[in-house]
């Protein structure tokens, strides 16, 4: 009971940690909207112009780190935060009885709560396309069909330019993104909900001046902040698995670990025929169930990601008592189930090849090499093994 209250206590201050930054900016632009607004034109139009050349530059780097979950949430800022100031040039004041600020009001927190929720893909991919195809197809909509959105019953109630049953529903959308960072904290998860929170405030504050503008800008500054701190951490640590990077692993190795240590690189058998069996996107969570249950085991080790197939135990013990330990493991994984959440159950095998750390062999990346290349050999022939390299 101790151990988990020590949990949560960690997990609290790790939350307030990664909300500090994008907590900070948010509440930076709105003591600077309430103090000063409205802004001078030629002010204004500085921040629109800053917004844009960072949201361009921040969409040309998400594109090419072929990241999905803060790409489109981006593309999608952009594209209202121009369509508005479009409509505030063509309309004036008449902006917030026109249908397509309506329909932006009520259809954008759906977009980003699917775009929060959605599991982190590559963005290069056919659900790219499919998400953007989506989201093309929702403009057309709203262009060919946005005015039905007036039959909507008290819709001239509102909260300064936005109706109040849009305002709802932002509302009941953020507060789903809050709920899930309590339970699911990353620092990409929490940009996100911030730089919404700006977004939504900027479309209730469209019809003045630099509302829009200033909480535009918000949104970009924090967005982009929050998606080169994920960028750093994603450098050290593997989301899906929850274990530490391959640099990690490197960095510690000239530090942390002693004279003496081992290396051992394993992996899921007939992997492909497994990912068949179960779906290739359960088979991220089957690594973490396995690792779990590695980690029952008494001994002390440390999990790494080297690369997309392979993990890494690293033991502070000899090759001998290392393959005592690998033998443990392997014979008790090949003789476990494991069992989702849905109810399907699957049994795997795993091997692992074992380098230890020589004189001769003294350098870090070196002893994870040579593990890689002795696990590698080793399947060509056979399965559920473990072996050293000599």
Same mark, same amino acid.
């Given at each position: 009971?101790?151990?988990?209250?020590?949990?949560?206590? %960690?997990?609290?201050? %790790?939350?307030?940690?990664?909300?500090?930054?994008?907590?900070?900016?948010?509440?930076?632009?709105?003591? +600077?909207?309430?103090?000063?607004?409205?802004?001078?034109?030629?002010?204004?139009?500085? /921040?629109?112009?800053? /917004?844009?050349?960072?949201?361009?530059?921040?969409?040309?780097?998400?594109?090419?780190?072929?990241?999905? %979950?803060?790409?489109?949430?981006?593309?999608?800022?952009?594209?209202?935060?121009?369509?508005?100031?479009?409509?505030?040039?063509?309309?004036?004041?008449?902006?917030?009885?026109?249908?397509?600020?309506?329909?932006?009001?009520?259809?954008?927190?759906?977009?980003?709560?699917?775009?929060?929720?959605?599991?982190?893909?590559?963005?290069?991919?056919?659900?790219?396309?499919?998400?953007?195809?989506?989201?093309? +197809?929702?403009?057309?909509?709203?262009?060919?069909?946005?005015?039905?959105?007036?039959?909507?019953?008290?819709?001239? =109630? +509102?909260?300064? #330019?936005?109706?109040?049953?849009?305002?709802?529903?932002?509302? =009941?959308?953020?507060?789903?993104?809050?709920?899930?960072?309590?339970? @699911?904290?990353?620092?990409?998860?929490?940009?996100?909900?911030?730089?919404?929170? #700006?977004?939504?405030?900027?479309?209730?504050?469209?019809?003045?001046?630099?509302?829009?503008?200033? /909480?535009?800008?918000?949104?970009?500054?924090?967005?982009?902040?929050?998606?080169?701190?994920?960028?750093?951490?994603?450098?050290?640590?593997?989301?899906?698995?929850?274990?530490?990077?391959?640099?990690?692993?490197?960095?510690?190795?000239?530090?942390?670990?002693?004279?003496?240590?081992?290396?051992? =690189?394993?992996?899921?058998?007939?992997?492909?025929?497994?990912?068949?069996?179960?779906?290739? @996107?359960?088979?991220?969570?089957?690594?973490?169930?396995?690792?779990?249950?590695? $980690?029952?085991?008494?001994?002390?080790?440390?999990?790494?990601?080297?690369?997309? %197939?392979?993990?890494?135990?690293?033991?502070?013990?000899?090759?001998?008592?290392?393959?005592?330990?690998?033998?443990?493991?392997?014979?008790?994984?090949?003789?476990?189930?494991?069992?989702?959440?849905?109810?399907?159950? =699957? @049994?795997?095998?795993? $091997?692992?090849?074992?380098?230890?750390?020589?004189?001769?062999?003294?350098?870090?990346?070196?002893?994870?090499?040579?593990?890689?290349?002795?696990?590698?050999?080793?399947?060509?022939?056979?399965?559920?093994?473990?072996?050293?390299?000599?």
């Amino acid at each position: 009971m101790t151990h988990t209250f020590a949990d949560s206590i %960690k997990y609290i201050c %790790k939350t307030i940690k990664s909300s500090f930054l994008p907590a900070f900016l948010l509440l930076l632009t709105l003591v +600077a909207f309430y103090a000063q607004n409205p802004f001078e034109f030629t002010l204004s139009q500085i /921040f629109y112009g800053i /917004f844009l050349t960072i949201s361009g530059i921040s969409l040309a780097f998400l594109y090419i780190t072929n990241q999905s %979950k803060p790409f489109f949430s981006f593309l999608l800022g952009a594209i209202v935060f121009l369509s508005i100031n479009w409509l505030k040039k063509t309309y004036g004041q008449d902006l917030p009885m026109r249908y397509e600020y309506i329909c932006i009001c009520f259809v954008l927190p759906l977009n980003l709560l699917i775009f929060y929720l959605l599991p982190p893909c590559r963005l290069r991919s056919d659900y790219g396309k499919i998400v953007v195809i989506i989201m093309l +197809a929702e403009m057309a909509l709203i262009q060919h069909f946005g005015m039905y959105v007036s039959l909507i019953p008290y819709l001239n =109630v +509102a909260w300064e #330019a936005m109706p109040l049953w849009a305002v709802i529903v932002w509302l =009941v959308c953020l507060s789903v993104l809050a709920i899930n960072i309590s339970f @699911k904290n990353t620092v990409i998860n929490t940009g996100l909900f911030y730089a919404d929170c #700006a977004m939504f405030i900027g479309l209730v504050y469209a019809s003045s001046s630099s509302g829009i503008s200033l /909480f535009g800008l918000s949104f970009a500054v924090i967005l982009c902040l929050v998606t080169m701190l994920d960028l750093c951490y994603r450098y050290r640590h593997d989301y899906l698995e929850n274990v530490s990077s391959f640099n990690t692993y490197l960095s510690r190795a000239a530090t942390k670990f002693l004279f003496k240590y081992s290396v051992c =690189v394993f992996c899921i058998d007939n992997r492909q025929k497994v990912i068949e069996q179960i779906g290739e @996107k359960n088979i991220s969570v089957l690594e973490q169930m396995l690792i779990n249950k590695i $980690s029952e085991f008494p001994y002390e080790t440390e999990f790494y990601r080297y690369n997309d %197939k392979e993990l890494m135990m690293v033991f502070k013990e000899n090759a001998k008592h290392s393959q005592e330990y690998c033998e443990n493991i392997r014979r008790t994984i090949a003789a476990s189930e494991f069992v989702f959440k849905s109810g399907k159950t =699957v @049994k795997i095998t795993i $091997s692992i090849c074992i380098s230890e750390k020589t004189r001769k062999y003294i350098d870090a990346l070196v002893v994870a090499e040579r593990g890689h290349s002795g696990l590698q050999k080793g399947q060509r022939f056979n399965s559920n093994i473990s072996t050293i390299v000599t």
